[in-house]
């Protein structure tokens, strides 16, 4: 679509949807903004997008946050691009990075371009052929969002077109002041390569190109990408007299101050063979008491008069608020069966007479002449995902927090062997709330 032309999305019942801006505000999802006119630019529909960087075939839970700004845009009647970054990610964003990332080959880029599309399928709803199993889509008038991906368009371009009609028009002396270049240009580090720095030419020139094709006039992102928003406001302006618009969402962390999206034994993914759901629902369930209320808000669609409800629990009540968030999160990236089924494997994996022989707790078949033989705690630790190494499995049972069964373990030597089969199987527990089941096969 051409710059004058009008985007057909307009003719819609957008007068009877919340505003976009009011949604994510109430939600808490809001950090800054570059028009103070917001409200009144989001009235009516708009074509907006958010970028994401194909640097693993995976997303984690810390790439919810975009994601779900796109849903709400979508259900408050806009049109979402989803950009995935097939040129910028074989640049790599120096934003929160204090030295360079790995080079990824084409093929590598295009393999995580089409896993992470499918992942973000499952929450908005894709009009080209990118379709997930979203629990929340439905046929009630939203627009379809598209994926775009920048290589389709920066690609075909030639060193003297970056030069002459991107590089002209941004000044250098803007981009030393970025805050992402100066903690690489001001630390102990490499430095910043000339690719790196050239990012964010990359990253302003898709604000300007959507505009100019899809009439995109929004873009959305993450706290850190506010300076790589701006440029591309500034260059769309000075390219097609581009009126945009730029809205990022806070930095989320927990309220202890620690990482958010980190398990005890690493990220936690919206991939179901990287992360199992049990354990993405574990997550969820295990959150700080004082953070149930903003992830409801954050991550789930439940109105807000019900997240306030459920925050406002107190006591032992506050668990059960736990759950629903587990429960929708979990429903959300993995779907009701596979959330039901961790709802209730954890259910009864935790209480007095538990049955963890069910298909949701995490587990793993041997050989019986591997019991035979036997294998050590430590190596059972790091296989069920509960340590990433020996050492920390062993700060792990040294410090009380392994049980075989129900049975306390603090000897790093223990071995595990035939005598601790149970029904055909050996539970470890790490902690209250993590398990794996060791099945013996005949």
Do not use: W
């Given at each position: 679509?051409?710059?004058?032309?009008?985007?057909?999305?307009?003719?819609?019942?957008?007068?009877?949807?919340?505003?976009?801006?009011?949604?994510?505000?109430?939600?808490?999802?809001?950090?800054q903004c570059t028009d103070e006119n917001i409200r009144a630019r989001l009235a009516g529909p708009v074509t907006l997008y958010c970028g994401f960087d194909p640097t693993a075939d995976s997303l984690h839970v810390g790439s919810l946050v975009p994601i779900m700004g796109l849903a709400h845009a979508q259900r408050c009647g806009h049109t979402p691009l989803v950009l995935v970054g097939g040129a910028?990610?074989?640049?790599?964003?120096?934003?929160?990075?204090?030295?360079?990332?790995?080079?990824?080959?084409?093929?590598?880029?295009?393999?995580?371009?089409?896993?992470?599309?499918?992942?973000i399928g499952r929450v908005v709803t894709m009009g080209n052929g990118s379709a997930g199993p979203s629990t929340d889509a439905s046929s009630d008038g939203r627009s379809d969002a598209r994926v775009v991906n920048n290589l389709d368009w920066i690609a075909p371009l030639t060193w003297i077109q970056v030069l002459r009609d991107i590089g002209s028009?941004?000044?250098v002396n803007r981009m030393v002041s970025m805050e992402s270049v100066k903690q690489r240009m001001s630390g102990d580090g490499e430095g910043i390569s000339y690719l790196e720095f050239s990012y964010m030419l990359l990253q302003a020139y898709d604000f300007a190109h959507l505009f100019k094709t899809e009439g995109c006039t929004l873009q959305i992102g993450g706290q850190d990408q506010w300076g790589n928003i701006v440029m591309g406001i500034e260059l769309g302006r000075k390219l097609h007299d581009a009126d945009l618009a730029g809205l990022t969402f806070p930095l989320i962390t927990k309220s202890d101050g620690g990482k958010f999206g980190k398990s005890e034994s690493g990220a936690v993914w919206l991939d179901a063979d990287r992360t199992r759901p049990f354990d993405f629902f574990q997550f969820w369930r295990n959150v700080p008491d004082a953070d149930v209320g903003r992830y409801l808000g954050y991550f789930t669609f439940l109105p807000m008069d019900e997240v306030r409800a459920l925050a406002a629990a107190d006591g032992s009540a506050i668990n059960q608020s736990k759950i629903r968030l587990a429960y929708e999160v979990t429903k959300l990236i993995h779907g009701e069966a596979e959330a039901s089924r961790a709802r209730d494997a954890a259910a009864g994996a935790f209480s007095a007479a538990a049955d963890v022989t069910g298909d949701a707790i995490p587990s793993m078949a041997l050989n019986a002449d591997e019991f035979e033989k036997?294998?050590?705690?430590?190596?059972?630790?790091?296989?069920?995902?509960?340590?990433?190494?020996?050492?920390?499995?062993?700060?792990?049972?040294?410090?009380?927090?392994?049980?075989?069964?129900?049975?306390?373990?603090?000897?790093?030597?223990?071995?595990?062997?035939?005598?601790?089969?149970?029904d055909g199987y050996v539970l470890v527990r790490a902690g209250k709330k993590r398990l794996f089941r060791f099945d013996a096969r005949d």
């Open positions: 679509m051409s710059e004058d032309q009008a985007d057909p999305s307009s003719a819609d019942d957008s007068a009877d949807r919340p505003n976009f801006y009011d949604v994510m505000h109430e939600r808490g999802l809001v950090a910028t990610g074989l640049v790599g964003d120096p934003s929160g990075k204090t030295e360079a990332r790995q080079m990824l080959t084409p093929e590598t880029i295009r393999h995580h371009v089409a896993c992470q599309a499918a992942q028009k941004i000044s036997g294998f050590s705690l430590k190596f059972a630790l790091v296989q069920a995902g509960f340590a990433d190494s020996n050492g920390k499995a062993r700060k792990l049972i040294e410090g009380g927090g392994v049980r075989l069964h129900d049975e306390k373990v603090t000897d790093p030597n223990r071995q595990i062997t035939l005598d601790d089969v149970r």
